[in-house]
């Protein structure tokens, strides 16, 4: 299995999802990989404040970070090599990256939606999705 690492700037915690203003896509993110993780597939993050030496240790993210800074973070590396830079990888481009199958994050029990199509992206609000959880007519499917 291919093995994804995100290298994240400094948060106030490791998921960055502390405080009273949640960053949404700190939200969508923490529950993409929450779910792929009961599902058996780990992708590791690494928070810039909480864990500085695994970005010494990865000399292509040292080295992308001497060059554009921690603003120019996230970082997503795929076996070793970056992929993605900039901003988190959608739902359905970590599932690409890791030649995953879209159910992996459809909701338990959804086969798919009642629009026919397969939303990988948990992207919408709760009263915009179908009895499936999937975002009808929204432009994140």
């Not at 203003?21 to 993409?32: K, M, W």
């Not at 690494?46 to 970070?65: D, G, R, T």
């Amino acid at each position: 299995m291919k093995k994804m690492c995100i290298y994240e700037p400094a948060l106030c915690c490791e998921t960055g999802l502390c405080g009273v203003n949640v960053d949404p896509e700190l939200l969508r993110i923490s529950t993409a990989l929450n779910t792929l993780k009961n599902e058996g597939v780990v992708i590791e993050r690494y928070n810039l404040n909480n864990a500085p030496m695994e970005f010494v240790k990865s000399s292509i993210v040292n080295q992308y970070v001497n060059e554009k800074g921690v603003d120019g973070l996230p970082v997503v590396t795929v076996d070793g090599e970056i992929v993605l830079a900039g901003r988190y990888p959608a739902n359905d481009e970590i599932l690409t990256l890791l030649d995953l199958p879209a159910e992996l994050l459809l909701p338990k029990g959804a086969a798919s939606c009642c629009c026919d199509t397969d939303c990988t992206e948990i992207c919408c609000e709760p009263e915009e999705t179908d009895n499936n959880g999937c975002c009808c007519g929204s432009s994140c499917c």
